[in-house]
C-alpha cells in the first residue's frame, strides 16, 4: 500500500518539477534572443499592394451587359442583385 502511494507522489512532484523548470527557463530564453514574443524579427510590411488584372478578365462595361442579359427574372440570386432593373 505504501508502494502505490510513494509512487503516485513521486510521479506528481517529478510532473510539477519539470512544469516549473520550463515556466523558469521560458522568460531566460527569450531574453537571450533579444526579441519580445510576437516581434516579427525586423521583417517590414509591404507598402503598398496592387493587383494586375488578367488580360482576359472583362471590362466592366462588358460585365455590366452580361449580368443585365443574364439576371432578367432573377432580382435577388446572388450577382443579380440590382441588375435587373
Do not use: Y
Request: with cysteine; charged share 20%; hydrophobic share 35%.
Amino acid at each position: 500500500m505504501s508502494q502505490a502511494l510513494s509512487r503516485g507522489w513521486t510521479g506528481r512532484i517529478v510532473a510539477g518539477s519539470l512544469v516549473f523548470a520550463l515556466t523558469a527557463i521560458t522568460p531566460i530564453a527569450i531574453a537571450a534572443t533579444g526579441q519580445t514574443p510576437g516581434s516579427t524579427g525586423g521583417q517590414k510590411a509591404p507598402s503598398k499592394v496592387s493587383f494586375i488584372d488578367a488580360p482576359s478578365s472583362e471590362k466592366p462595361a462588358a460585365r455590366e451587359k452580361r449580368l443585365k442579359r443574364e439576371c432578367k427574372g432573377r432580382p435577388n440570386a446572388g450577382m443579380c442583385l440590382g441588375h435587373t432593373r
